[in-house]
């Protein structure tokens, strides 16, 4: 496994605070408000990132391209989660790092026109930033924001180039 980018103290501070627009609410007032983003800019993919965001987007209709989970919540194991996927892609990717088969994982799915969910062996939360870099020119990635409602972030070239910002403050190595 090749680690590319590992999180820095400094960075994991900065990356607490939401990349996009924080929805405040519980999951049923943030999906209404959601779902008139989703009706008013109609973006070309939904990503979500995350097991419950994934979980309630998907029980809510939302159709989603590509989901990331890591069947954990909060750092506890769960059940699971049944999510709708043509695809389904399994990878490693330890905790603060974003490993390049993730990166390839995750840049596969959003070329192809399959819904596809990434199961991560490790730790999902970081994956939100690749996710951004390789979506498609505004689309929405989503991902909860514990126990304040959920991120959506438009993945606009000024995004991405912040983005970018972001994986070159963080360490980059190469290990095997």
Known sequence: MIVVYR???ELRRKLKNPIGTLIRGSFSETVKIFKIM???ENPP??????????????KNNILLQLSIIDNRVMRKNIRPIALPADKTTMVKNPPGTI?????TAIRKALESN?????VVDGEEDLLTL?????APENSFIVYGQPHEGMVVVKATHEKKAEIVGILKAMENVSKS
């Open 114 to 118: 399959r819904r596809t969910k990434i």
């Open 7 to 9: 999180l820095t103290p």
């Open 45 to 58: 993919r939904i990503i979500s990132v995350g097991d419950i965001v994934s979980k309630n987007l998907a």
């Open 38 to 40: 989703v009706e008013k």
């Open 99 to 103: 490993t390049e088969e993730t990166r």
């Open 130 to 134: 690749i996710a951004i870099l390789y």
